[in-house]
């Protein structure tokens, strides 16, 4: 497993209705600086992001919020980049 100081952080999203939905709020988060990878999913209602762990949280959430979203949680832990060799390992 790769140590680094990223973080991986979750925005509950409401307002994305469809798969243009993610892929505009992919857009607009993906154009902060220190984001990594963002996966948004309207079914889920939330945006995955991997982040630098110095990345102004506040930039994201009104990047989002400024194209019509709204943010109506977050959660934050530390990113651990999966191995190929995890799908073997997950737990049910």
């Known amino acids: 497993m790769e140590s680094n100081n990223q973080v991986e952080f979750i925005l ?5 209705h469809c798969p243009m939905c993610e892929e505009h709020v992919n857009n607009v988060i993906r154009k902060v600086e220190g984001v990594k990878k963002v996966n948004a999913s309207y079914r ?49």
Request: proline share 2%.
């Open 12 to 16: 509950k999203i409401d307002g994305m």
């Open 44 to 92: 889920k209602s939330q945006a995955d992001i991997v982040m630098a762990a110095d990345t102004d949280r506040n930039v994201i959430l009104e990047a989002v919020q400024s194209q019509g979203y709204r943010v109506l949680g977050q959660e934050e832990k530390p990113y651990v980049k999966k191995s190929i060799f995890s799908i073997f390992h997950h737990k049910k």
